[in-house]
């Protein structure tokens, strides 16, 4: 079971991306509907898995919208050991997302 971190600033590259294994991240905002419906998905991918998962409000730090071309959201990213391996655009299911968590696992 992982656990969620809301990111707060921290160095993103050192603190949440250069880490071994999987890290998932969350861009989302508040008053996005979709990514409050993915809210309970991504709880549910937390209890079910040992991905790291990191929520990013991009109202907060708009600089990764910027960094990462996002252009909608929800936007989840996929790292492995550092790299992109998956960019998934928009709701997710419970089922789609853990099938990019296994298949990099």
């Avoid at 050991?81 to 990099?104: A, P, R, S, W, Y």
Wanted: with cysteine; net charge negative; hydrophobic share 40%.
């Amino acid at each position: 079971m992982s656990k969620i971190i809301n990111y707060a600033g921290e160095d993103f590259d050192n603190e949440i991306i250069l880490q071994t294994g999987l890290t998932l991240v969350d861009f989302y905002a508040i008053w996005c509907g979709p990514c409050q419906m993915l809210e309970k998905v991504i709880s549910e991918v937390a209890d079910n898995s040992e991905c790291k998962i990191v929520k990013v409000d991009v109202d907060d730090y708009p600089e990764f919208g910027t960094k990462f071309k996002i252009r909608g959201l929800p936007l989840l990213m996929l790292f492995k050991d550092g790299e992109i391996v998956e960019t998934l655009n928009g709701f997710q299911t419970f089922d789609e997302i853990m099938e990019k968590i296994n298949l990099h696992n």
